[in-house]
T-cell receptor, first 116, second 114 residues
Framework: ETGVTQTPRHLVMGMTNKKSLKCEQHLGHNAMYWYKQSAKKPLELMFVYNFKEQTENNSVPSRFSPECPNSSHLFLHLHTLQPEDSALYLC???????????????FGPGTRLTVT | QQQVKQSPQSLIVQKGGISIINCAYENTAFDYFPWYQQFPGKGPALLIAIRPDVSEKKEGRFTISFNKSAKQFSLHIMDSQPGDSATYFCAASRTGGNTGKLIFGQGTTLQVKP
């Protein structure tokens, strides 16, 4: 496997279900990100982890719970979601998350989530 | 202040033509302006990026033009090819505060007709 991988690629869940999205990066990076991509809207940053520590939470509802056990893996735990949470969830990684310079972000293919 | 406005929302160009996508921003502290290309079923990939100390950057058929006084930047795709058909996103961020935080435009869906 190379780059950033995400599983599953597609997920349909009911509003009372609990599911998890998984992201793995094979680039040796130290920062990982979750984005939400909805139709006709800009990509929205949800969470950032830098060296396994959460450094950004962009006012995301608590029904989304991230977990970063190590620099290569990132999870997004989902529970009691709403239909408006249906979207493409993208994971990305970069060398670091720094206030001194810009590091290119590499995106995975995303998980297409449908909440019924 | 944090928004990046992108236009047009969609664009159809004939093969060999020039595709132009525009973005405007308000926050003068932004100092990094990347463009991402996204094909269906794939995540966005960095295409080209510019910093405000230059007015133009060219990589192959792709050129970013940057107008600091107007707070605008644009992507030009010369000799557009059907393989360029994708969604393009502009973005902006700033050094010195959450540098990794990219503010994205709404995206432009480009279709290049053979």
């Amino acid at each position: 496997e190379t780059g950033v991988t995400q599983t599953p690629r597609h997920l349909v869940m009911g509003m009372t279900n609990k599911k998890s999205l998984k992201c793995e990066q094979h680039l040796g990076h130290n920062a990982m990100y979750w984005y939400k991509q909805s139709a006709k809207k800009p990509l929205e940053l949800m969470f950032v982890y830098n060296f396994k520590e959460q450094t950004e939470n962009n006012s995301v509802p608590s029904r989304f719970s991230p977990e970063c056990p190590n620099s290569s893996h990132l999870f997004l735990h989902l529970h009691t979601l709403q239909p408006e949470d249906s979207a493409l969830y993208l994971c990305a990684s970069s060398q670091e998350y720094s206030d001194r310079t810009h590091y290119e972000q590499y995106f995975g293919p995303g998980t297409r989530l449908t909440v019924t | 202040q944090q928004q990046v406005k992108q236009s047009p929302q969609s664009l159809i160009v004939q093969k060999g033509g020039i595709s132009i996508i525009n973005c405007a921003y308000e926050n003068t502290a932004f100092d990094y302006f990347p463009w991402y290309q996204q094909f269906p079923g794939k995540g966005p990939a960095l295409l080209i990026a510019i910093r405000p100390d230059v007015s133009e950057k060219k990589e192959g058929r792709f050129t970013i033009s940057f107008n600091k006084s107007a707070k605008q930047f644009s992507l030009h795709i010369m000799d557009s090819q059907p393989g360029d058909s994708a969604t393009y996103f502009c973005a902006a961020s700033r050094t010195g505060g959450n540098t990794g935080k990219l503010i994205f435009g709404q995206g432009t869906t480009l279709q290049v007709k053979p």
